[in-house]
């Protein structure tokens, strides 16, 4: 049997036990029986859910269970207030489930993390030379905390870390979001993606399936942001790319967050530009374990261009 549900979060661990609350006492014993293989024997419903988050690999395998009726998942989403149509199918009322469980995960990483949302623009900042240090700061804390949410998030999802995977996917994206991927081995290749799948999909194939680990240099001029007129703002970093024990080249990621107008403290990605260069792309001489970035601000507010997105000059390395 899997151990202490391995598979779930502790959002979905929180969810899934706010609605087994839900269920008769007769059908959670002999949920508990199903998922326990009837080893468990417990005394009252509070160590039978226990047993039942213990024993469930997963948050989706628990809701599928016959004894989770399609009625008690469509009643626990009421009482948080999700509205779904009454003739949702059960795999339906599944998705929903999930999806509210990680839109929490998400707004709790936000507000966490993005502490310093109110970013002035630079024509309503600059005034005083005291103002615009501040905001100048507020950008770059703002730039620095996101790239050590991003990357600690999406290297979790690369199986060699051996580190818990953190909850990964689109709900971090715009749905229109833009992914432009440039990377040079022996040649040069460039990709594009377009829509929050494909780009959150493309992504988590770098570190899970290509074992990749991006491993930003936040200091020593590695890290750069700014925020254009139109409040969008550019986070620029670069870094090393490794795979268990070797490094095998250096990248440089370009993005640009937007504040999302309904949720406070809430940003998401609406493009990103990834360049990796391999080891043997790299000029001679280049030095590989502090890469940097060398765009100034008004070059970083210029990749926000609405369809055309320029890939990033190689010179800039």
């Not at 395998?61 to 003739?87: C, D, H, M, W």
Request: glycine share 6%.
């Amino acid at each position: 049997m899997a151990s202490a549900g391995a598979g779930m979060t502790e959002r979905e661990r929180d969810g899934c036990r706010e609605l087994l609350e839900l269920l008769q006492t007769n059908d959670l014993l002999a949920l508990t029986d199903t998922v326990t293989n009837r080893l468990v024997q417990p005394d009252n419903r509070r160590e039978a859910i226990s047993a039942i988050l213990l024993y469930s690999q997963s948050a989706e395998e628990l809701l599928k269970r016959k004894k989770v009726f399609r009625e008690i998942i469509f009643k626990y989403l009421a009482t948080k207030g999700v509205v779904v149509p009454p003739s949702s199918e059960k795999h339906q009322l599944i998705d929903r489930a999930k999806q509210y469980w990680c839109d929490q995960l998400n707004n709790f990483a936000s507000e966490q993390i993005y502490t310093k949302p109110n970013i002035q623009k630079p024509e309503e900042g600059g005034k005083q030379g005291g103002d615009k240090q501040d905001d100048d700061d507020q950008c770059h804390n703002l730039g620095e905390e996101f790239c050590q949410w991003f990357f600690r998030i999406l290297n979790s999802q690369n199986p060699l870390t051996g580190q818990p995977q953190e909850e990964w996917g689109p709900q971090h994206f715009w749905d229109d979001a833009i992914l432009k991927f440039c990377y040079n081995t022996s040649e040069q290749n460039i990709e594009e993606y377009f829509g929050a799948e494909l780009v959150s999909l493309r992504l988590l194939s770098l570190v899970k399936e290509e074992y990749l680990f991006l491993n930003p240099n936040l200091n020593a001029g590695g890290l750069r942001c700014t925020v254009s007129r139109h409040g969008l703002v550019v986070v620029a970093v670069a870094g090393t790319v490794h795979r268990n024990t070797s490094c095998l080249g250096i990248f440089e990621q370009i993005f640009g967050l937007i504040r999302c107008p309904f949720r406070e403290n809430t940003w998401r990605i609406k493009f990103m530009k990834l360049k990796i260069l391999g080891q043997n792309a790299l000029e001679p001489g280049t030095h590989i374990e502090r890469p940097c970035i060398k765009y100034e601000p008004e070059e970083l507010q210029e990749f926000y261009v609405s369809k055309e997105l320029t890939l990033i000059e190689p010179q800039k390395f």
